[in-house]
Every structure is written in C-alpha cells, then in structure tokens.
T-cell receptor, first 112, second 115 residues
Framework: KAGVTQTPRYLIKTRGQQVTLSCSPI?????VSWYQQTPGQGLQFLFEYFSETQRNKGNFPGRFSGRQFSNSRSEMNVSTLELGDSALYLCATSGLVTNEQFFGPGTRLTVL | AQSVSQHNHHVILSEAASLELGCNYS??????LFWYVQYPGQHLQLLLKYFSGDPLVKGIKGFEAEFIKSKFSFNLRKPSVQWSDTAEYFCAVPNYGGSQGNLIFGKGTKLSVKP
C-alpha cells in the first residue's frame, strides 16, 4: 500500500506570494489533516478535512486555507506569504481507526 | 486548553544506556495516546499507541510506554538504546476539546545516542 505523498517536497517563495501544497492520502483514507512544523513552535495543527468538508480548524490566520477533493486528495494554500511561514508542512491521513494518523514526508517551504 | 508536555528537550546517551522520556497530558477523561518518532531526514512514524486495556504498551524497535492515569503520564522507555535510535520523539493526544481527527503534540525530545 502506498504511503502518504506530498508535492512538492521543497519550495522557495518570496514574501507576498502565494503557494499551494498537495497531499495524496493512503488509499481508502478519507481524513486528511495538515500540520505546520517549526523549530520554535513544534507541530501545530492547521486543519482537517473529511469527505470534502473542513471538520476542524486550528488557530491560524485566514491566509491559510485548504480543500479536499472527491478522491480525498487535499490541497492547502497560503496567501500573502510572510517570513514566518517558513516551515515544514506535514499532511497526515487516517482511515478506519480514528486518530491514528499516518504522515507524509512534508513540504519544506522557505519564504525569502 | 488541552496540552502535552515533554520535559526533556535534548537527551544524550551512550549506546546500551536505558532511556526514559517523559510525557504528561492534561485531559482527564478516557484518552488515546501516541508516541511518534522522526528520524533525521525521514517523516513522522508511529512508534506506539495506547487506546485501552493493558497500560504497558509495546511498540516497534523495542520501545514501550506505560500509561499511568493517576499521573496523567505516558512515558516512553527502552532498556538499551542504539545509535540508530537517534531521532526526535513526539508524544501526542487527540484534541478532545475540539473534535477528533487532529492531534496535539508535545514540543518533542531530541535523542542523541553516542556510539
């Protein structure tokens, strides 16, 4: 069974730009969660999607948004990038066993 | 708000030493608990989990953790560490304050094992 895949793996953007990250879940997984990982703040929850609906949202500004497609693939978008958005963005998916999440390799975003 | 505390930021051990990493959580009800590991350059992997039953749970690579409800703790242990255990370890609980489907992580503990 293929694992969680995230694209792209690395991104370099400049302040003010926007970025879209993609996550493909493990086959059969319908829940997709996004996390931001930074050295200072650790792992912080961004949002969760289930069956194309946002089910949960963390404490991030509205510049961070996401969506989920009918095939459970998910994208997250960050608009008007700031230097502080530089981080590793992790996608995690879960299936029948709630809360047991499987993580992708992440997208490393650098904002210059 | 719910929280997870990991007391050690960085632990340095020699090979064959015993390991115990502390984790405390704040939720008082029925709880699921997880330990994840992130090896250098690799993605987060589930090390072990507690859902119910025997409070001593065994995970991969010889790791185990003990759930002590009275102490709100879920400490990770390994009797004899290897150089390959060098990684960052995260304790996590589901966000029961909101709805399920997202995890609250501790700040992580970096483990460095000297050969």
């Amino acid at each position: 069974k293929a694992g969680v895949t995230q694209t792209p793996r690395y991104l370099i953007k400049t302040r003010g730009q926007q970025v879209t990250l993609s996550c493909s879940p493990i086959s059969g997984h319908r829940s997709v969660s996004w996390y931001q990982q930074t050295p200072g703040q650790g792992l912080q929850f961004l949002f969760e999607y289930f069956s194309e609906t946002q089910r949960n949202k963390g404490n991030f500004p509205g510049r961070f948004s996401g969506r989920q497609f009918s095939n459970s693939r998910s994208e997250m978008n960050v608009s008007t990038l700031e230097l502080g958005d530089s981080a590793l963005y992790l996608c995690a998916t879960s299936g029948l066993v709630t809360n047991e999440q499987f993580f992708g390799p992440g997208t490393r975003l650098t904002v210059l | 708000a719910q929280s997870v505390s990991q007391h050690n930021h960085h632990v340095i051990l020699s090979e064959a030493a015993s390991l115990e990493l502390g984790c405390n959580y704040s939720y008082g009800g029925t709880v699921n608990l997880f330990w994840y590991v992130q090896y250098p350059g690799q993605h987060l992997q589930l090390l072990l989990k507690y859902f119910s039953g025997d409070p001593l749970v065994k995970g991969i690579k010889g790791f185990e953790a003990e759930f002590i409800k009275s102490k709100f703790s879920f400490n990770l242990r390994k009797p004899s560490v290897q150089w390959s255990d060098t990684a960052e370890y995260f304790c996590a609980v589901p966000n029961y304050g909101g709805s399920q489907g997202n995890l609250i992580f501790g700040k992580g503990t970096k483990l460095s094992v000297k050969p």
